[in-house]
């Protein structure tokens, strides 16, 4: 048994630090270090206007962590406590920034062993996929296929004539107070993003896990049928009764990415 498949059986000594890395920007990117003494480590990302310190990214690294592997949680730029400003788009830019993070964990002597992303973090992983080949296991958790679906219902049918007209739409809550603003720039840069053929260029040796509620009440669970027509090497998880964010489901959603990150890992080990 090597040093790192005995780890798994004894409680690791956990050390959990905040840690900065700066972006290809030059903003800072801040995150939780789950430190348990081995090389091996996850990233974990977030999903739209949610943070590092949200559910399932938290339990996710505490899962992690208590098999003795180290886990990375942390804020895309414009989010939580990292610089920069929000953005509607910004999926390729939050794609960079998980290359940012990754690069700061190699130079670091760490083994990037999984990628693993909730909601619009699970496009991240995915787009990071399809141009850095560096990492070979990917867990998308509710991450939206087709890009286009969901606009409406947050800017309104005229969307795109409104944010023509005006150059932005203010997002605002039921009591009228604005949220955020869209720019048209960053709108386009949603509807540019090509979900599929980021897909279709996932190389075949990088494997995938799409995880998927029943009843995601934000992202349909048909997209996640559509990760599984579109990647090579792709395996589909459906949680009959979960939410988008697994709320009454996260000791399960925690098994199911354990479970294959760690199957991936013990055959690489070999």
Do not use: W
Not at 15 to 44: A, D, F, M, P
Not at 203 to 218: F, M, R
Not at 264 to 270: A, E
């Amino acid at each position: 048994m090597s040093e790192n498949q005995s780890q798994h059986h004894k409680s690791p000594v956990v050390e959990r630090k905040k840690v900065s890395i700066e972006n290809s920007h030059g903003e800072k990117l801040v995150g939780i270090l789950h430190e348990t003494g081995s090389s091996e480590l996850v990233v974990i990302c977030h999903g739209f206007r949610s943070t590092k310190d949200r559910i399932p990214m938290v339990n996710l690294a505490f899962a992690f962590e208590r098999e003795g592997i180290s886990a990375f949680r942390f804020d895309f730029a414009g989010n939580g406590e990292s610089e920069g400003s929000f953005q509607y788009g910004n999926y390729r830019r939050e794609a960079e920034d998980l290359y940012a993070v990754v690069k700061h964990f190699k130079a670091e002597q760490c083994c990037i062993v999984a990628v693993v992303g909730h909601s619009k973090g699970g496009n991240a992983v995915l787009l990071y996929a399809s141009k850095y080949h560096d990492v070979q296991t990917v867990v998308n958790i509710a991450g939206r296929f087709d890009l286009r679906r969901g606009i409406e219902g947050r800017l309104g049918r005229d969307f795109e004539e409104k944010i023509k007209q005006c150059g932005f739409i203010d997002v605002k809550n039921r009591k009228g107070k604005t949220e955020y603003r869209v720019m048209e720039a960053s709108l386009k840069d949603r509807l540019e993003t090509d979900t599929r053929a980021a897909c279709r260029s996932i190389p075949p040796d990088c494997s995938v896990l799409t995880i998927h509620g029943t009843l995601d009440e934000k992202v349909p669970v048909e997209d996640a049928s559509e990760f599984a027509k579109n990647i090579q090497n792709h395996n589909l998880c459906i949680v009959e009764g979960a939410d988008h964010e697994f709320t009454k489901h996260q000791s399960q959603l925690n098994n199911i990415v354990l479970h294959f990150v760690l199957k991936r890992l013990r055959s690489s080990r070999l």
